[in-house]
């Protein structure tokens, strides 16, 4: 059974501070990974893909991935009140056919 | 662009009623996926499909059913609604499932069902 573990929070920060988001995967084969960001009653959306080890950075928002450890992060620079969301770790396998495995969400609220 | 578009946005259904949810896209998007989300939960996939004529079972296929006729389209089916089909389901679209490359899925707003 693959999983994608993720923290339900919430996750309370300030505005303008640095919020760390983290993810863990169990199926070791796991290709690729993305951070979707969910508001309330609204469909998700893509923010951030992720395939290498390392760090890969856009605009505020650094996605860190490390297979070894199987685990992901999302970092988002100078928090915005409207970054409050909920923000979801997914997990894509090797395989052709292979479809996200998604994690149940990170609540993120920013304070002003 | 529309993108994903879902119908209806809302709807209750009572316990043994049936109804379909419409999903169409306007990507050319080979693929297409239905999932659920449960209040506090990620998603589930309940249904794929790779292409027209080809689909497959996802994670929570009972009491489901798909048929993906045309690109365009991928209505999912419920058969003798149950309480613990009250969800919110959404539909997403991507051009490509393969290895590497830009996967990403575009969501379409959800259609929230409820049973009683």
């Known amino acids: 059974q693959k999983e994608v573990e993720q923290n339900s929070g919430p996750l309370s920060v300030p505005e303008g501070a640095i919020a760390s988001l983290n993810c863990t995967y169990s199926d070791r084969v796991s290709q690729s990974f993305f951070w979707y960001r969910q508001y309330s009653g609204k469909s998700p959306e893509l923010i951030m893909s992720i395939y290498s080890n390392g760090d890969k950075e856009d605009g505020r928002f650094t996605a860190q991935l490390n297979k070894a450890s199987q685990y992901v992060s999302l970092l988002i620079r100078d928090s915005q009140p409207s970054d409050s969301a909920t923000y979801l770790c997914a997990a894509r396998g090797y395989s052709g056919y292979s479809t996200l495995t998604f994690g149940k969400g990170t609540m993120l609220l920013v304070s002003p | 662009n529309a993108g994903v578009t879902q119908t209806p946005k809302f709807r209750i259904l009572k316990i043994g009623q049936s109804m379909t949810l419409q999903c169409t896209q306007d990507m050319n998007h080979n693929y297409m996926y239905w999932y659920r989300q449960d209040p506090g939960m990620g998603l589930k996939l309940i249904y794929y499909?790779?292409?027209?004529?080809?689909?497959d079972k996802g994670e929570v296929p009972n009491g489901y059913n798909v048929s993906r006729s045309t690109t365009e389209d991928f209505p999912l089916r419920l058969e003798l609604a149950a309480p613990s089909q009250t969800s919110v389901y959404f539909c997403a679209s991507s051009y490509s499932s393969g290895t590497g490359g830009n996967v990403e899925q575009f969501f379409g707003p959800g259609t929230r069902l409820t049973v009683l």
């Open positions: 499909s790779v292409g027209a004529g080809i689909t």
